[in-house]
């Protein structure tokens, strides 16, 4: 049996050897002119290739009865059968095909990137992830796209398990994210410690399988008036798969070398721990870590006869911790373990020849593993460690299980006047629940549990919108109007964990609930010990948190082609929330085109983004790290009377002015788009630095708040410059992308507080760190009819941060902060990395590929004086603290 198996898959893959076939011809659009780029593949298998600047192709298919699937952006989507035709001219036209949505910055179905009055970049997330090894959307996109920014944590609580991303350098909840053009729910998660980020929300791209997406549109410009809140920086609208060709998929393995470099002891001056994999606190010697394995598959299937689909995807991820080095205080340095199960469906079915239903979403579940700071013995003088259980002290697993589910549905029409109408409603969740393992409550001594259930949070949101589209070519040179409403609701909560995870017991083991009553258990010095569970205390029912708000939006949109050269387009949005008030927002945009190589475009917009639900009612005690020492600390919600007390006023929304120029030129093979921009943002929403809140009587020591803290202006320059070419049967990619960057700090909005205590120099270079002076990408890649070949280096600028000497000796004057930052700067200097990989197509249907991510093995500038905000040698900065990555993928379609 199993040899007939084996002889049958032989077959299977090995079969169309025998009768290839050749296909070659010239796809134009409808007025004749010869459109680049455009996808041509062999229908069912891995086959494919793409149209030269003169919109020729030619592409090698099984046999003579083979399909081809033409796509391209903006395009309908066709499929034409050989039948034994070597030459196949394909006039394609303009709009989209069932299930297809609009291009992201424009609510035209006439729309197509390369007609943009506003910068737009398209990438291919399906070729990407089945050749450069890299398992999450964030990590594809930080290398992808110029002005994309994102790094694995360590040592920050959540953010170990949600990275924080952000585009042009603003924060992560100042980009919107949609999914075939309907909003994306936030992450339940508010970045607190020291992460890019800070005090801020976003969206986590990595619950979405990278498997299921056909390609990503990155819209680098405000657009509020569009779209809505969170649209300061830009808009990312992930496209679904729609393909119906069958089974496809790969299995991917890799890892991470261990080795960093020689010199560290000497240069540290302590014990130290995973320094080239060895004295590791896992106890095992290793050379390398971080083993990833990857499965993915993706099914689509045809639902009817007339274009319906449905389109299926599913992935498992497991992922071990890496460790890297570290002082006795943080010998967990690293980034957190994965074990995660995606499951993504997207579908369309037509309803006669004028109406299709839609539906797509999809569950994320991730258990994920990150190492909290270490702990010392009790011997040693550290009374958070309980001798009976951990004699030699111990290091803390902050564990969570976060569940991430969507869902939306919708209508689309078109009527017989010729209006398009679309009404959906998009449902999402995030859940973020807490798991403290290895650690204690030490006032429980040797009666803790070393497992504790921490409670945590969630986000919810519904959206139904109703919008309506309508093209008339007969106004100037064509005239698209827009207009809709839009209804959301969202939820926020807290729940809390486990008594023992967030209570101090007295000597009876008895929370105590009345301190005059009640005396906190002792060690045999006769000092209290600390309560909660070490590494990540629970949530309390003081801390339990249900709030909910609504908001109804309403626009207009609409773009005129003056002549066939000048576009003018503009947008107008008003919004109303429940909880803090209305908005009323405007966008202008155009594009003149001097000659077909030549266009300049540009826009000018109004934005906004709401406050958070979390930002306004996240609140928590707990223990902050500086120099190896627990601080306690109290983060009071905007709405408690602690909040007021110190005059923080009531949140409300942050403000924003884009302004962006630039031009687009192309020529044969070479193409180039370059776009200026400035962002002004008033009243950003930021998290204050530490307040003295020892005389409160909350057992903290200080406190900190959110606050619309800052006003900052952006200034910066994208580049995008591609060359493609052909030659031999054989295509030639050449690509340079670039983001210039410079954030500023106009004013600090801190009244009558002290402008050191409400944000100091230490987040104010967090603030500007999140937005890198430069990074610019160079991508070549060569593909012929059996391999596949890519390098990719990406140069980082230098970044410079300030480390918890600021939280050690705060300061609160001029000469005592120029005094701390002498010593607390930390600089990263600039740093190459290289990515290679190499892919050989064993047959049409499998393909093997191997290479390695920063195979320079480069890591950020390592720090020795023991005060990083992380704990590690380097703070996850540029390309982040695991170095060289080496993999092997192989892939098929059936």
């Not at 007025?31 to 149209?51: A, D, Q, R, Y």
């Not at 919109?55 to 989507?77: K, P, Q, R």
């Not at 890591?859 to 695991?882: I, N, R």
Request: aromatic share 10%.
């Amino acid at each position: 049996m199993k040899k007939l198996f084996l002889v049958w898959l032989t077959m299977l893959l090995l079969g169309h050897v025998s009768a290839q076939f050749s296909v070659s011809g010239t796809l134009t659009n409808e007025v004749g002119e010869p459109l680049v780029g455009v996808n041509i593949s062999e229908k069912g298998t891995i086959k494919g290739t793409v149209s030269d600047y003169n919109g020729m192709y030619h592409i090698t298919v099984a046999n003579g009865n083979a399909i081809l699937i033409f796509s391209y952006v903006g395009y309908e989507t066709l499929e034409m059968n050989v039948s034994g035709t070597s030459e196949i001219n394909v006039v394609m036209t303009e709009g989209v095909s069932l299930g297809e949505v609009q291009i992201v910055g424009s609510r035209s179905y006439k729309r197509s990137v390369a007609d943009s009055p506003v910068p737009v970049d398209v990438i291919d997330v399906a070729d990407l992830a089945s050749s450069n090894g890299k398992a999450e959307i964030n990590q594809i996109l930080e290398y992808a796209a110029p002005s994309f920014n994102a790094t694995k944590q360590s040592g920050s609580d959540g953010a170990d398990h949600i990275d924080p991303a952000s585009l042009r350098g603003l924060g992560p909840d100042q980009t919107l994210v949609l999914i075939n053009g309907k909003r994306r729910h936030q992450s339940s998660l508010i970045n607190v410690f020291g992460t890019r980020g800070r005090g801020n929300t976003g969206t986590d791209l990595n619950a979405i399988p990278a498997s299921a997406i056909k390609r990503i549109e990155i819209l680098r410009d405000g657009s509020s008036a569009q779209y809505g809140s969170d649209a300061i920086a830009g808009v990312m609208n992930i496209v679904l798969n729609d393909q119906t060709e069958g089974l496809s998929g790969g299995l991917t393995y890799g890892a991470y070398t261990t080795s960093v470099g020689q010199g560290y002891a000497e240069k540290a001056g302590d014990v130290l721990y995973n320094v080239d994999g060895k004295n590791r606190l896992d106890s095992i010697n290793k050379s390398f870590d971080g083993n990833t394995v990857k499965l993915d598959l993706n099914y689509g299937l045809p639902l009817g006869d007339k274009g319906g689909f449905a389109n299926i995807t599913t992935e498992y991820l497991s992922k071990e911790r890496t460790l890297r080095p570290g002082w006795s205080w943080r010998k967990g340095y690293g980034s957190a373990a994965i074990d995660g199960f995606n499951f993504m469906v997207n579908s369309s079915v037509p309803i006669g020849e004028s109406t299709e239903v839609y539906a797509f979403g999809g569950r994320n579940f991730r258990d994920t593993d990150a190492f909290a700071f270490s702990r010392s013995s009790y011997a040693d003088g550290d009374n958070r460690s309980v001798p009976s259980l951990y004699p030699n002290g111990f290091t803390p697993h902050i564990t969570s299980i976060i569940t991430d589910v969507s869902a939306c549905a919708g209508i689309r029409h078109t009527m017989a006047n010729g209006w398009k109408v679309d009404l959906s409603n998009t449902y999402g969740k995030n859940l973020f629940h807490y798991y403290i393992k290895g650690t204690d409550n030490a006032s429980l001594k040797s009666a803790s549990p070393t497992d504790f259930d921490a409670g945590g949070h969630s986000l919810s949101m519904n959206v139904t919108g109703l919008d309506f589209s309508k093209y008339f070519k007969d106004i100037a040179s064509g005239f698209n109007l827009a207009y809709g409403l839009e209804y959301r609701t969202e939820n926020f909560q807290i729940f809390s964990g486990e008594e023992a995870s967030y209570a101090v017991y007295d000597s009876t083991g008895r929370a105590v609930t009345d301190p005059v009553h009640q005396s906190v258990a002792t060690d045999s010095n006769g000092d209290a010990l600390p309560g909660g569970s070490q590494g990540f205390p629970g949530y309390s029912p003081g801390n339990v948190v249900d709030r909910g708000r609504t908001n109804i939006g309403v626009y207009v949109d609409g773009e005129v082609d003056i002549t066939n050269a000048f576009l003018v387009g503009a947008a107008l949005r008003y919004e109303k929330y429940s909880d803090f008030g209305k908005t009323f927002d405007f966008k202008v945009t155009s594009r003149y085109k001097f000659s077909d190589k030549f266009s300049l475009r540009g826009s000018l917009s109004t934005g906004f983004r709401a406050p958070s639900l979390a930002q306004i009612h996240y609140n928590l005690i707990f223990n902050n790290i500086v120099g190896g020492l627990s601080v306690p600390s109290l983060l009071a919600s905007n709405t408690s009377t602690v909040t007021k007390a110190f005059g923080i006023g009531p949140l409300k929304e942050e403000t924003a002015l884009n302004a962006s120029l630039g031009f687009t030129f192309s020529t044969g093979g070479f193409s180039a788009t370059v776009d200026g921009y400035s962002i002004a943002v008033d009243d950003r929403i930021v998290l204050t630095d530490n307040f003295d809140a020892s005389g409160l009587g909350l057992g903290v020591d200080v406190a900190q708040f959110f606050a619309n803290g800052v006003d900052t202006r952006t200034t910066g320059l994208d580049i995008v410059l591609g060359y493609r070419t052909y030659f031999r049967n054989s295509i030639l990619n050449i690509g340079l992308v670039g983001n210039l960057n410079k954030l500023e700090i106009d004013k600090i909005n801190n009244g009558k507080l002290n402008e050191f205590t409400f944000f100091s120099p230490y987040s104010r270079a967090y603030l500007i760190a999140a937005a890198p002076d430069y990074k610019f990408g160079l991508n070549i890649s060569l593909s012929t009819s059996r391999f596949d070949f890519g390098i990719n280096a990406t140069q980082f600028s230098e970044v410079q941060i300030q480390d918890d000497h600021w939280l050690d000796t705060p300061a609160t004057t001029q000469a005592e902060a120029d005094a701390v930052t002498a010593i607390a700067t930390d600089t990263y200097d600039a740093a190459l990395t290289v990515d290679l990989n190499i892919g050989y197509r064993i047959t049409d249907k499998l393909k093997i590929t191997v290479g390695g991510n920063n195979i320079l093995n480069t890591y950020p500038t390592p720090q020795f004086d023991g005060w990083t905000d992380q704990g590690g040698f380097s703070d996850s900065v540029q390309m982040g603290s695991d170095g060289g990555f080496y993999f092997v993928r192989l892939g098929f379609k059936l």
